[in-house]
């Protein structure tokens, strides 16, 4: 969830695991590139969300987020 919307518009993205709700632009841009990217790398890593260890997630958030 983003909070730094003051631009009025309504974001909302959602895939089969996840949703992705508000922010600025930017924000909501940054979020639904690092879900991207986590999904991505999950099944490179043949993974899924449900069953990976919170610290592997963690560090694949980390890696995955745009600097």
Do not use: C, W
């Not at 909070?3 to 959602?14: F, P, V, Y």
């Not at 940054?30 to 890593?45: A, G, N, Q």
């Amino acid at each position: 969830m983003g909070l730094d919307n003051d631009d009025g518009h309504k974001r909302i993205t959602t895939g089969e695991k996840f949703a992705l709700v508000g922010g600025s632009q930017e924000t909501h841009e940054r979020m639904t590139e690092t879900v991207v990217k986590t999904f991505e790398e999950l099944k490179k890593r043949d993974k899924y969300l449900e069953s990976v260890d919170r610290r592997e997630l963690a560090e694949i958030l980390h890696k995955s987020t745009p600097q």
